[in-house]
């Protein structure tokens, strides 16, 4: 969920085309499996001190992080046009974990299903 209430996540991987779909569901279901585990060129650590990670089915890309140690949380999504993942993508996600996070503090997220 964002700020809004909405799940960007679940309704840009519903609108991609059958192919891209069926990868990104592949590779959610792997993340789910493996978890921390997961290596390229399934899945990545971004580095830095951001915390966050991302899912690379194809040329899109999913943004994540792992709440409460094995609860991933899914922030943002876009398709990947350059070889740098855009400061805007980054800013976007960061915004959501941060909320995340703040929710967190008051038992307030629902990992629902």
Known sequence: ????????????VKKLPDPDRATAYAYLKHLSDVGYKIRRPFGDYMGGKTGLYELRPGRHRIIYFFLVKNKIILLHVFL????????????VALSRKEICEVLMKYDKVDFGG
């Open 80 to 91: 990947k046009k350059t070889d740098a993942i855009p400061e805007k993508d980054i800013d």
């Open 1 to 12: 969920m964002n700020e809004k209430g909405d799940a960007p996540v679940r309704d840009y």
